[in-house]
């Protein structure tokens, strides 16, 4: 299963762009980062993950790297990168960074040797056709911008060229097999870069785009496994205390297959995952089922989760989200109480669980402009709302100097405020996470099983290890009887639970575990 470390890690997703400026350039830093450990401490996660930071022309935020090895001026240099890992682990926080080995941008070296005409030691690092008038076998391509007689890759945007780790079936002369000299260059070529922040203090890393690297694979991806797998051994042998989550969402073949420790539940239309938070871009309106009285349905979420659990759940971790930077915050349709019925759900599930920047106190998602290819992840992306001052605490500089507008809003939710408020969401969250810490059946891979999922008269009720588990989302009272409930008393409520005689009743919105 990985690092043990992971068993009790709840992580905190950070934005670098947006979470605090420390030079009031308008754009947050590493510095910024350092400054607000201590907050991410006392929110009880012990683990970070941090988008990007790498050299980049910022035409898809930090992830058309540049330099894998240099960190972007406008957050600081290499050395405040390993003084963030310092101090991090002085407080007990591990730190993944964001990697992007599918492609780099078109400003990368790499790339500008490639596209040369005279062959060199890099004319094979990205996917090429040998004839610039050729296609891209119907994948997306460029051609006629090199002096390279060549149409080469996009895996993504424009200008995020497609490196080369071979094709699972060659069918053309100038694609590349898997165990090509040049495949195999750029498979080492990533191992560098991540044994470089390695050794440098980094505890592992989120894989963009995991499942892109070999291309025509097949249905189970079984050509990218085998370079992850290969690439889980090197980890094993040489950094065992290192972590990997994967951007696949497939837990079948990323935990089962490619070996990564960890894999991210997606918000992915119509997924379990879905039903939960945004069911809203369907016919019919919003259903979701944290929506009080939406008309939600638990057993849409378990169809799509419960075989994925029990197939991978020997191999890995499903990592949950509260929200990500590339999917609408939970805010924008839900409330303050709905919210933290949600979160409760999120955090005593199996698994590795993320907290997005700002979602603990219930950021908005903002209608804005696109900005560094954001588009319409733009809107969850603003800065983190710290207190009632300028800029809402975030930077100093003047507000039309910004890397994106704060909340204006008189409402706007901000740290301060809710601190010392005791029926925050802040302070709800902040509860939640110390329960999951405190009792071992509820951290990542204590058993999982569902007691009750008929919700006419009774709550969802689940099982985690010997613990008891109920969420009702709905404004109607319910009641739930069991033998599970013998002997167990509440540790643990959101809303006036109650057990009385092997009898739990459930008020309206509320949630209550019992050990």
């Not at 004319?123 to 119907?138: K, P």
Request: glycine fraction near 8%; charged fraction near 25%.
């Amino acid at each position: 299963m990985g690092p043990k470390w992971l068993k009790d890690a709840v992580f905190y997703e950070i934005y670098p762009q947006s979470f605090q400026d420390s030079n009031d350039d308008g754009i947050g830093d590493l510095q910024g980062i350092i400054r607000r450990l201590d907050y991410v401490s006392e929110l009880g996660c012990n683990a970070l993950w941090i988008n990007p930071c790498f050299d980049s022309p910022f035409m898809d935020a930090g992830y058309d790297v540049r330099d894998y090895k240099q960190v972007a001026p406008r957050y600081g240099t290499n050395g405040d990168l390993i003084q963030l890992f310092e101090e991090a682990h002085r407080r007990g926080i591990h730190v993944l960074l964001d990697l992007v080995p599918g492609h780099t941008s078109d400003q990368h070296p790499w790339f500008k040797e490639s596209a040369k005409a005279d062959p060199n030691e890099y004319s094979a690092r990205y996917v090429w056709t040998d004839e610039a008038l050729w296609g891209m076998e119907g994948r997306p391509y460029i051609a006629g911008m090199t002096e390279r007689s060549g149409a080469y890759m996009l895996n993504f945007f424009a200008s995020q060229p497609a490196l080369n780790y071979g094709w699972l079936h060659v069918t053309k002369h100038w694609m590349s097999a898997m165990d090509s000299p040049e495949a195999l260059a750029t498979r080492e070529a990533i191992k560098d870069v991540m044994r470089f922040w390695l050794d440098a203090g980094c505890d592992g890393f989120r894989v963009d785009m995991a499942d892109s690297l070999v291309k025509n694979d097949d249905e189970r991806k079984s050509g990218t496994a085998a370079i992850w797998r290969d690439i889980r051994a090197m980890m094993d042998d040489e950094y065992p205390n290192a972590a990997l989550v994967s951007e696949w969402s497939n837990p079948v073949l990323a935990l089962c297959d490619a070996g990564f420790h960890m894999d991210f539940y997606l918000d992915h239309q119509c997924n379990g995952y879905n039903t939960l938070l945004r069911d809203y871009e369907t016919e019919g309106g919003d259903h979701s089922y944290f929506r009080c009285d939406a008309g939600g349905d638990i057993k849409r979420f378990l169809q799509d989760y419960l075989p994925k659990y029990e197939q991978s759940r020997e191999s890995g971790y499903i990592s949950f989200i509260t929200c990500n930077h590339d999917t609408p915050r939970p805010a924008r349709t839900l409330s303050a109480a709905e919210l933290k019925l949600a979160y409760a759900f999120i955090l005593t599930m199996p698994g590795v669980p993320f907290i997005y920047y700002g979602d603990e106190i219930g950021m908005r998602y903002l209608d804005l402009r696109t900005k560094e290819g954001g588009y319409q992840r733009t809107g969850t992306r603003t800065p983190m709302q710290w207190e009632n001052s300028v800029n809402k605490g975030f930077s100093n500089a003047p507000s039309d100097q910004l890397y994106l507008p704060v909340d204006e809003s008189d409402d706007a939710p901000c740290v301060e405020e809710q601190l010392v408020d005791a029926d925050s969401l802040l302070s709800e969250t902040r509860r939640l996470v110390a329960l999951r810490h405190a009792y071992e059946d509820l951290q990542a891979d204590a058993p999982f099983a569902v007691v009750n999922d008929d919700e006419v008269e009774a709550p969802f009720v689940y099982r985690r290890g010997g613990m008891v588990l109920a969420v009702n989302p709905s404004s109607a009272e319910k009641r739930f009887e069991g033998d599970e409930l013998l002997g167990k008393e509440l540790v643990y409520q959101i809303g006036a639970a109650r057990v009385t005689d092997g009898c739990l009743t459930m008020p309206g919105q509320s949630f209550a575990v019992l050990a």
